[in-house]
């Protein structure tokens, strides 16, 4: 059954909020990710003086967790959406002006970063439009020992809505696992479980060390 506008148009702002309804997704997501956002951060295992990276930062909530968890350590926040970012900026900027976190529109799978320059990187309800080519440049710009921690909802619970039919590529831990080996991550360096997220949906963290 072909997928109607309705949920087309949804699955598109989650992929790349723009306009008015990315503006209302963006709040959206702000509440519905602080459950993931707190069990991958607490995954991400932070050290004081760590360069972290979240990924498809949206509305910039975990950034602000991240900033006050990693001392004098730079936050970073990449998203391809400009109003995702504003949102990011309203939610951080003191930090932001402190120097403490840094806004950076761009792709997941171009990062304008050099080799071997992040600590930690955190990747919430992103790896649906990354692809390998996106976690492959997450590998990357991974210093050697350096980890990526991935929260994403399981592919049984993820086929129940309908706005992911043309947007999303879903995942099992079987797939979410052979993803990261994909990109360059070794099989025994990394971990996926299955967790629970909010209002109980099945959710998946994966756990990966260059």
Same mark, same amino acid.
């Given at each position: 059954? %072909?997928?109607? %506008?309705?949920?087309?148009?949804?699955?598109?702002?989650?992929?790349?909020?723009?306009?008015? /309804?990315?503006?209302?997704?963006?709040?959206?997501?702000?509440?519905?990710?602080?459950?993931?956002?707190?069990?991958?951060?607490?995954?991400?295992?932070c050290? %004081? /003086?760590n360069?972290?990276?979240?990924?498809?930062? #949206?509305?910039?909530?975990?950034?602000?967790?991240?900033?006050?968890?990693? #001392?004098?350590? %730079?936050?970073? /926040? =990449?998203?391809?959406?400009?109003?995702? =970012?504003?949102?990011?900026?309203?939610?951080?900027?003191?930090?932001?002006?402190?120097?403490?976190?840094?806004?950076?529109?761009?792709?997941?799978?171009?990062?304008? &970063?050099?080799?071997? *320059?992040?600590?930690?990187?955190?990747?919430?309800?992103?790896?649906y439009?990354? #692809?390998?080519?996106?976690?492959?440049?997450?590998?990357?710009v991974l210093?050697?020992? #350096?980890?990526i921690?991935?929260?994403?909802?399981?592919?049984s619970?993820? *086929?129940? &809505?309908?706005?992911?039919?043309?947007?999303?590529? =879903?995942?099992?831990?079987?797939g979410?696992?052979?993803?990261?080996?994909g990109?360059?991550?070794?099989?025994s360096?990394?971990?996926? *479980?299955?967790?629970?997220?909010?209002?109980?949906?099945l /959710?998946?963290?994966?756990?990966? *060390?260059?």
């Amino acid at each position: 059954m %072909p997928q109607s %506008p309705i949920w087309a148009a949804i699955g598109r702002q989650l992929q790349n909020s723009s306009g008015l /309804g990315g503006r209302l997704i963006a709040r959206l997501m702000a509440v519905a990710n602080r459950s993931s956002n707190r069990i991958a951060i607490r995954a991400l295992d932070c050290s %004081p /003086g760590n360069t972290i990276l979240d990924l498809g930062c #949206g509305s910039g909530t975990a950034l602000r967790v991240l900033a006050a968890m990693a #001392g004098q350590g %730079p936050i970073l /926040g =990449l998203d391809h959406s400009g109003i995702m =970012l504003a949102q990011a900026l309203r939610h951080n900027r003191h930090a932001v002006r402190q120097g403490r976190v840094h806004l950076v529109r761009g792709r997941i799978d171009a990062l304008p &970063w050099r080799d071997d *320059t992040i600590d930690k990187i955190l990747a919430v309800h992103v790896v649906y439009f990354a #692809g390998v080519a996106g976690v492959r440049e997450a590998w990357r710009v991974l210093r050697p020992g #350096g980890r990526i921690v991935i929260a994403a909802t399981d592919r049984s619970a993820m *086929t129940r &809505w309908k706005f992911q039919s043309s947007t999303h590529e =879903l995942f099992d831990a079987r797939g979410l696992a052979d993803l990261l080996v994909g990109a360059g991550f070794a099989t025994s360096e990394i971990t996926v *479980t299955q967790i629970k997220l909010a209002f109980g949906v099945l /959710g998946l963290l994966a756990i990966a *060390t260059k």
